[in-house]
């Protein structure tokens, strides 16, 4: 049944990606083109999930479904509003949208309720589920050893996993860890995010140059008045 369902998903999937990217290429409004975009993007993502290949699904939300559309978003914001048509959502549109609404919602609250977030943070160990691994004791000992004591990390509260996390400290070469902790942490969360606000940043700066400038309409008491170079004159030598 688990695997019927996960092909069904993986059809559902598809077919968003191909449908959104066929609206990209129809769409005639720059903005439900960047939002077709955005789908595609993101259903592209899904479908590395479901292919098991999480690196290659965060990496495509990161950079193309993140940064990407970040510049899309700019580049729609810098457009004249002369070239946009006036945007108007169909009763249609507004019906979709609220149907993935409280579909976001549903997942949110079942996993809210289903989840457990001991079982979440537990890393595995060279590819081998918890399950294995007491499958393994109990079938190949008739008496499994005894728990083992508590090692250090559980003194350090999480202090040390939280810093590794955020700044990249190294405990690869912490022997009293355990090689689950040092082979389960994503290290330099914190200058990663350092690194996207000065990218946002620059983008706001860059916006805030490229906004169209108006010419001022006083200096002092007197007003100023902008003449092309045809109507300048030149004086009589």
Known sequence: MQEFLRVVLFYVVALATVGSAVGVAVSRDIVRAAFFLLSTLLATAG????ADAMFLGVIQILVYAGGTMVLIVFGVMLTSPRLQPLLTIRPMERTFALAVCFSLLAVLIWGTFHLHTRQLARPRSLGVSPKDQSAKITIGDENPPATP?????????????LASALVGL???DREDLGPAVRHGIIPY????????????VALI????????????TAIGQGKLHLHSPSQMETPNS
């Open 189 to 200: 969360v914190l200058v990663f995010e350092i690194v996207s606000f000065h990218l946002l």
């Open 47 to 50: 479908l590395f999930f479901l």
């Open 205 to 216: 700066a860059a916006a805030y140059l490229a906004r169209p400038r108006r010419p001022t």
């Open 149 to 161: 004591p508590p090692s250090k990390q559980d003194d350090l509260g999480g202090t040390m996993l």
């Open 170 to 172: 190294r405990l690869d």
